[in-house]
């Protein structure tokens, strides 16, 4: 047997061993875990505002603490999710200051992604994913030609601007702060149905670079515009939804209407290309089935005509469960991927999801900075999404053995480090990257037992 044999049979093995006790609270876990991380996210959480500087004119979010990885920069969806979590924090310590301070970055860190917009006839409504403080376009997202294979930012920023409105202020609640930017908002929306609509109606990442889940293996080395990846596609769906309640608020009554139908037309092209009846699960769909037999038969019948434009590539990640973070699946396919949950052989794992399957041939524990490692290991954003929609779903016992061992995790490294990593062990909650990481931890607090 090679090493790599080896160290799979190995990753597997922790797996089986460990697939009687998948969301089993760690015996380790206390009562005093959430005021522990509570303590430590309060103590910390006015670190991650940003004074404006550099091409960053406006005030900003940073996903991690001053000097740790990826403190001097500004991303798209860590923004979204850092500022969720300070606003948790705000929220559990009552502090109102913390509150108006979020929703100012907040509102600055959307100011900061439409300020480097592009205007030119190529790059015309395209944001970048990255800005840092010396570089406008890190990335080169502005870069290319149109269709751009260079991806641009996720579609999170509606959500970003009404969890503003939602969480900041009272005067900030209608949202009229946001007015100026609804027409640069349509112009991005625009940009990604030029550059990355399919005919399925999904939308593809054009190449793999920062993607989120970055080597997800259903868009990590694949071809150029292949991949309807569900993370993409959930996360534009709530972004549609969140613009219409955006333009309600602004008293377009149109634009909502139309944002509406945008997204319900994106959830029936996830339901029809990615539900996949026979494993009763979600996959990301692989849309370049193109029938090209006219072009390389010359003078002979073609027959029967080819009847679907995509795949499902059926390989087991966390995204299979975020239509039910989203809305999109219906209940009894809800419940269908609580069984997936419930197999620690498979997806569930002793302190939570897996980011990839343990059965399947590329799954790796393996540490890795760059493309940071979605193979396997337990990150919170997965635990999260995954607890919102078993929340969502009515799952409610699922649901607190999810936050229960998302809660103890973090909070055994907290005590053992002194700080929160970027990601975990799925089966002995080891953190494995990025010391002085928080970004998306913070979300562990919304996973809190209710007040009260």
Partial sequence: MNRRDLLRSLSFAGAASAASSAFAVAPDASAD?????LR?????????????????RFPSISPSLPGATYSADLWDWDTLWTARGLFAVADRTKDEGLTADVAEHARGSLANFFDHQGYDGNNDGRIPMLITMKDADPLGCLQGSRPHKENQAKPV?????????DRGPTEMRNARWFSDFLPKLRRFYDSWRVDNLSRTGLLVWGDDVAIGNDNDPTTFGRPFFSS???LLNCLYHQ?????????RRNEHSSEAEQYEREAGTLARAIQQNCWDPRDRFFYTADVQCVDRRAELIHGIPLGMSMSWSSLPLRLQTFTGFLPMWAGIATQDQSRALVEHLRNGRSLGARYGVRTLSAVEPMYSLAASSNPSNWLGPVW???NYLTWSGLVRGGFREQADAMAAVTIS?????????GSLNEYYHPDSGAPLSHAGFMDWNLLVLEMFPQHG
Avoid: C
Wanted: glycine residues 2%; without cysteine; charged residues 20%.
């Fill in 380 to 382: 919170i954003i997965a």
């Fill in 40 to 56: 430590y996210f309060t103590l910390h959480a006015r670190d991650l505002l940003r004074k404006p500087a550099g091409v960053l």
């Fill in 239 to 247: 972004d549609l939804k969140a613009a219409a309640e955006l333009s």
């Fill in 409 to 417: 995790m973090l909070a055994r490294d907290l005590r053992h480090s």
């Fill in 157 to 165: 920023l509606a959500q970003l601007a009404l969890l503003a409105a």
């Fill in 33 to 37: 875990d959430a005021s522990l991380l």
């Fill in 228 to 230: 309807a990846n569900l």
